[in-house]
């Protein structure tokens, strides 16, 4: 059983930044890749950005390509989102998870983190 932890969520005002952590308790070898998430209040689970765990290569989508970066520590088995330049519409929950397979669909994923709240008032 894989466990994902997340932390670095809060509250910040437009512009600022944020960095959130997500621990995965046991990253076996069928762990291809770790995702981050969002979902606002009345929208569906969103996409953000996928990393490699073995390569370290990285998919954005165009919502968030330029202002966040993912980033991993194999020796830490911890992954993180750096998010830049936040706006009001950043505004959600925030979700790590893990896939064997990869991709921006979030039935890919087969262990999520318990979620993390970031705020970005105006």
């Known amino acids: 059983q894989v466990q994902l932890v997340e932390s670095g969520g809060g509250a910040v005002q437009t512009g600022g930044s944020l960095r959130l952590s997500c621990a995965v308790s046991?990253?076996?070898?069928?762990?291809?890749?770790m995702g981050w998430f969002r979902q606002a209040p009345g929208k569906e689970r969103e996409f953000l950005a996928q990393?490699?765990?073995?390569?370290?290569?990285?998919y954005y989508a165009d919502s968030v390509k330029g202002r966040f970066t993912a980033s991993r520590d194999n020796a830490k088995n911890t992954v993180y989102l750096q998010m830049n330049s936040l706006k009001p519409e950043d505004t959600a929950v925030y979700y790590c998870?893990?896939?064997?397979?990869?991709?921006?669909?979030?039935?890919?994923?087969?262990?999520w983190g318990q979620g993390t709240q970031v705020t970005v008032s105006s």
């Open positions: 998870a893990s896939t064997r397979t990869g991709g921006t669909w979030y039935g890919k994923y087969e262990y």
């Open positions: 046991t990253r076996t070898f069928s762990t291809y890749a």
């Open positions: 990393i490699n765990w073995n390569s370290g290569s990285t």
